[in-house]
């Protein structure tokens, strides 16, 4: 279902579903980040979900150098059926902050908001709706690097309109070495 009006990234409170068919492949990426053939595979052909809890606090330890905020924080549980769930704690303050799960192993993490305009690489910056106005250019950024295997994931999170439709949408790509991936995926709006 596309996203009502009411979801915007300042209320992605809610449930989530992965649209496969909108969304391209990350399978390339996910090769680049070291998960094997029969995970991304198990990834493939599993139905995704987040759950997202959205709200306003301080930042989470360690806190950065921006002081106390307030801050947003995304705190997202990923299930997919059939493997374990990942749950990413996200705090928009730009402060770098290790994260660990099953999956991607061990990473230094950081997220913030952003104008499009302050945005490097073209494919990160495509396709997100504004009014054009100049006032509503402001997308989530998060960038996660590897301690142990070598890449880098940035995404970019906003809305985009897909097949005339208004949908939570992240830009993605991968980088390791002098390889890179870079895919799309596209959200339903569950509830």
Known sequence: ?????????KDLNGKWNLNKELSD???AGLALQGIGYLTRKGIGLASISITVKQY???AKQPAGPAGDGP???IDIVQSASGLTSTQELRCLDDHAREHSDWL???VDGRSRWARLADIEGAYLKQGWL???DGNDDTVVVNRAVSKGNGWTATQVWGFQEIK???????NVVIEKGDKSAEFRLVYDFVE
């Open 1 to 9: 279902m596309a996203a009502p009006t009411s979801k915007t990234l």
């Open 71 to 73: 801050f947003t924080h």
């Open 25 to 27: 492949s990350p399978d």
């Open 56 to 58: 306003e606090g301080p």
């Open 164 to 170: 005339s439709q208004r949908r939570y949408c992240r």
């Open 130 to 132: 504004t009014t054009g």
């Open 104 to 106: 991607f192993g061990t």
